[in-house]
Structure formats: C-alpha cells, structure tokens
C-alpha cells in the first residue's frame, strides 16, 4: 500500500487548507487512517484519527478547526484545516493502520503558516 499526500502550501494565519491522501488501493474498510503533523525540533504528534467504522477524533489544539473525511471511491483521505495558526507550521503525515498492527506511511507535505 502506498500512500501519497498533497495539498501542503504557504499560508497566512486565519487561511484554510485542504490535504489530500491518495491510497493505492482501497484500505478504508480495513485500515483506521489518521493524519500526525511533526513542527521542526518537535515528536510527531497525532492529529486527527477516523475510523474503519467513520468514528472521528482530534487532538485538542485542532478541534473545531480541523475535519477528517475520506472518499472511498476516490480511495482519498482529507484533512481541511481552517483558522490556521503559526503553531499548526508542521509537516503533515498520512497513516493507515489495520487490526494486526500492518502500518503505512505518506512521505509528508509540508504546511507554513506565517504572515
């Protein structure tokens, strides 16, 4: 399975973005997805989770800013990032993870936000 995001742009405080996640084949009805983020000199952290079943979850510093949805005929993952903020500035990182523990990773796109 391969994983290809895109969407990582520039952008000023208060801008919106929206980050795509093409799987090679179709994963959703097997695999959780979740988008992590990692700012320079920091861990990867865990942004948004969803669910084989669709339930959905946020790290606390995104919720109400960001949303996770998938589009299964289109085998894609989104993230749409509103009211952005300097500390939101990260690479962001696609995942699939299945029961068994088989794991997948993007390569990254990268999100600036600064004036």
């Known amino acids: 399975i391969q994983l290809v995001e895109s969407g990582g742009a520039s952008v000023q405080p208060g801008g919106s973005l929206r980050l795509s996640c093409v799987a090679s084949q179709s994963i959703f009805a097997f695999y959780d997805m979740a988008w992590y983020r990692q700012a320079p000199g920091k861990q990867r952290e865990l942004v948004a989770t969803m669910a084989v079943g669709g339930g959905r979850d946020y790290v606390d510093s995104v919720k109400g800013r960001f949303s996770i949805s998938r589009e299964g005929a289109k085998n894609t993952l989104y993230l749409q990032m509103d009211n952005l903020k300097p500390e939101d500035t990260a690479v962001y990182y696609c995942?699939?993870?299945?029961?068994?523990?088989?794991?997948?990773w993007g390569q990254g796109t990268q999100v600036p936000v600064s004036s």
């Open positions: 995942n699939a993870e299945n029961r068994a523990g088989w794991e997948y």
